[in-house]
C-alpha cells in the first residue's frame, strides 16, 4: 500500500469481480501498470529501453531550454523586440501545465509506445517548423506544440520505466530518465550560443530536428509494445492523487524548490557576466560542468531514493538552498563561483527527480500516470512563477539579493519537506 501513514500499514491483493449469467466470483488481479513489460531473461532490453526514453528527454529539454541562447538572434530575424522574443520561452511551459492532466485523460486507450514515437515526431515538427518559419506568429505556434507534448511526453514515460525493467528497479529507471533532463541542460544553452554563432538560429533548430528523428528511430528499435494501464482514466484520479496528504506535502515541497530554482536559474547568465565578470566561453563552460554535475547526481538519487525520497529530497533541497546563498555571498570570486555552481548542479540532481518519485511512491499504482500529470502541472506552474518572482527582483533590486531570495524559497522546501517526514511516508507502489 502506498501513500502515507503514521503508524503500521496493511498490505492488500485487489480483487476484481467478473459477473456472468451463472456465477459471480473474485480473483486477484495487478494492474498493468505495475507489471514488467519486458521478462528478466531480456534485462538489457529493458535497461536499453530506459535509456532510449532516456534519450527521448534528453532532446525535449534541449528543445526546451535551446531558445535561451538564441534569443538576440530570432528576435532579430523575425523583427521582433526581445520582450515578446522571450514569450517562445515561456509558453511551453504554460502548454505543458494545460495539457498534462487533459492528455491523461484522453489517452488511456493507446500503447505507451506509439504514443512515445508521435510524441518525439511532433517535437521534430516543432522543430522544422521554428527552422522554417516567415513569422514569429508561426514560431510561438510551433512552440505551443512543443509545449503540449512536453507535457504529454511526462505524463507518460515517468511510470513507463518501472515497467520496462522491473518495480524493484523502478527507482533508478526513473532517476535514469532524470539524468536525461541534465543532459540536455548541458547540451541546450551552450549549443544555443554556440550553434547559433556558427550556423544562425534557423539552422541551429534544424540540427535539433534532426537529433530528434535520430532519437526516435532508436526507440523505435528498442521499445517493446507497452499496453496502456488496465483502468480508464477519469478526473476522479487527479482528485484523489491530489487528496493524499503525501502528495499534497511533496507538490508544496516541489513547487518550492523550482520556484526558488527558477527565480536564480533564469537570471544566472547576467550573475555570472555582472557580478562574476566571467566571459561568455567561460560561462559556457560552466553550463557544460552544471549539466554533467546534475547528471551524476541524478544517477546517485535512483540509491538514495531507494532509502528514503523525503528524506534524500530535504537533505538535497537544504544543501541546495546553502549553495545559492553563498553565490549570492561570494559570487564575486570567480574559483568560489565554479566551485558552487558544480555542486549547485549536482544536488539539484538529486532535488529534480526527487520531486516526481516522491509524488508517484505516494500515489497508487493504478493512479501512476494521473500522478505524473499532476507533478507537470505544478512543476510548470511553480517554473513561471519562478521566472516571474526573478524579473520583479531583477527590476527592484540586485542580483546578489535575488539569488539570497532564491536561496531563501529553496531552503523553505528542504525544511518543509524535513518536517513532512514526522507526519507520512511514502513507499514505492505496488
Known amino acids: ?24 466470483r473474485a480473483v486477484p488481479t495487478q494492474d498493468v501498470s505495475s507489471e ?62 494545460v495539457t498534462a492532466p487533459l492528455f491523461y485523460l484522453g489517452s488511456s486507450s493507446l500503447n505507451r509506445r506509439g504514443l512515445i514515437l508521435l510524441l518525439g515526431l511532433t517535437v521534430l515538427v516543432s522543430n522544422a517548423i521554428v527552422a522554417l518559419a516567415p513569422n514569429f506568429a508561426l514560431v510561438l505556434i ?9 507535457g504529454a511526453y511526462w505524463t507518460v514515460v515517468s511510470p513507463v520505466g518501472p515497467r520496462l525493467v522491473g518495480k524493484a528497479s523502478g527507482t533508478r529507471a526513473i532517476s535514469i530518465i532524470a539524468a536525461g533532463i541534465s543532459g540536455g541542460t548541458v547540451v541546450g544553452l551552450p549549443a544555443g550560443q554556440f550553434l547559433g554563432n556558427l550556423v544562425g538560429w534557423r539552422y541551429t533548430f534544424a540540427i535539433a530536428a534532426a537529433a530528434t ?20 482514466t477519469h478526473l476522479a484520479d487527479l482528485g484523489r492523487v491530489i487528496s493524499r496528504p503525501a502528495t499534497r506535502f511533496g507538490m508544496a515541497a516541489g513547487a518550492l524548490a523550482f520556484i526558488g530554482q527558477f527565480t536564480a536559474w533564469t537570471y544566472l547568465t547576467p550573475f555570472l557576466t555582472d557580478h562574476t565578470q566571467l566571459s561568455s566561453g567561460a560561462i559556457s563552460v560552466l553550463y557544460v560542468l552544471y549539466g554533467v554535475a546534475g547528471i551524476v547526481g541524478s544517477v546517485i538519487a535512483g540509491s538514495l531514493f531507494n532509502r528514503g525520497v523525503v528524506p534524500s529530497f530535504a537533505g538535497a533541497a537544504i544543501v541546495v538552498a546553502v549553495l545559492v546563498i553563498a553565490l549570492a555571498l561570494t559570487g564575486t570570486v570567480p574559483w568560489s563561483a565554479t566551485v558552487l555552481l558544480v555542486l549547485w548542479g549536482g544536488f539539484w540532481g538529486i532535488v529534480n527527480p526527487g520531486t516526481l518519485v516522491w509524488i508517484l511512491h505516494s500515489s497508487p499504482a493504478a493512479a501512476q500516470e494521473a500522478a505524473s500529470a499532476v ?15 526573478g524579473a520583479i527582483l531583477v527590476s527592484s533590486t540586485t542580483l546578489p539579493t535575488l539569488f539570497g531570495v532564491s536561496g531563501v524559497v529553496i531552503l523553505a522546501s528542504g525544511v518543509l519537506a524535513a518536517i513532512s517526514t514526522r507526519f507520512v511516508r511514502t513507499d514505492p507502489p505496488t
Open 375 to 389: 507533478n507537470v502541472t505544478n512543476l510548470q506552474i511553480a517554473l513561471a512563477l519562478g521566472s516571474g518572482l
Open 36 to 97: 514488467q513489460i519486458v521478462q528478466k531473461g531480456s534485462s538489457w532490453r529493458g535497461w536499453a529501453s530506459v535509456g532510449a526514453i532516456a534519450l527521448g528527454a534528453f532532446v525535449i529539454v534541449m528543445t526546451e531550454t535551446l531558445p535561451v541562447g538564441l534569443l538576440p538572434q530570432i528576435a532579430d530575424g523575425l523583427g521582433v523586440t526581445l520582450g515578446p522574443a522571450g514569450l517562445i520561452v515561456l509558453v511551453p511551459g504554460f502548454a505543458a501545465a
Open 1 to 24: 500500500m502506498t501513500g502515507f501513514s503514521t503508524g503500521s500499514t496493511h498490505r492488500t491483493a485487489s480483487m476484481r469481480v467478473v459477473n456472468s449469467a451463472t456465477c459471480a
Open 213 to 232: 528523428l535520430l532519437i526516435v528511430i532508436a526507440q523505435k528499435i528498442v521499445l517493446p509494445s507497452i499496453p496502456p494501464p488496465a483502468q480508464r
Open 142 to 150: 510551433a512552440r505551443m506544440l512543443f509545449g503540449a507534448t512536453l
